[in-house]
């Protein structure tokens, strides 16, 4: 059974893909296939986040908003364009990195590879830990480094559902990772 847990959209007014891609179960690919849900569609290029601004930064904010609904493929996505603009060498491009592996281990779930899954969480939990030495801060760009922390060692940890519908998205993850404070946009 899942558990509920009720948070708030950063982004209430941005469109959510009609299905979330998750690789080799069926469903297209979202840029490459015609049926995708961003078929045609060219991604915005974002721009680069910096921490004391990442509450302006859309693209950061959607991703959150990808990933805590269950979007894993897409926040994935998100987040990898916004690392290629923000650089993979500076401290908020390797902070970036941990939240793409925590979306590589949504995805790792719902095709169903548990080695994928604790992998790709584990080096997110050791990237926060990389940034949180580095920044000596407890909250970077509005998420607690104890709340990363968490979230990575649980996902690690935990057991998954199996035979889940592919497409629907559906949060597997037992937390969500919501900014404090969570900007007015």
């Known amino acids: 059974m899942q558990q509920t847990i009720k948070f708030v959209r950063l982004l209430p007014s941005a469109d959510l893909p009609r299905y979330t891609h998750i690789p080799g179960s069926g469903t297209p690919h979202p840029y ?81 590879s548990i080695h994928g899954v604790r992998r790709h969480a584990a080096s997110a939990g050791e990237v926060f830990a990389d940034v949180a030495a580095e920044s000596d801060q407890d909250k970077f760009c509005g998420l607690s480094f104890t709340l990363l922390q968490f979230a990575a060692d649980r996902a690690a940890q935990l057991s998954y559902p199996t035979e889940l519908e592919p497409g629907r998205p559906l949060r597997v993850f037992p937390f969500v990772l919501l900014p404090d404070p969570v900007p007015l946009v």
């Open 32 to 112: 490459r296939d015609p049926r995708g849900h961003s078929y045609n569609k060219r991604p915005q290029s974002p721009k680069g986040l910096k921490e004391p601004l990442w509450a302006e930064n859309r693209s950061y904010l959607l991703g959150l908003d990808l990933f805590n609904l269950g979007f894993y493929w897409e926040s994935h996505d998100e987040w990898e364009r916004l690392l290629r603009v923000t650089g993979a060498d500076s401290l908020c491009g390797l902070y970036l990195k941990g939240l793409v592996k925590m979306a590589a281990a949504g995805i790792k779930v719902r095709e169903e």
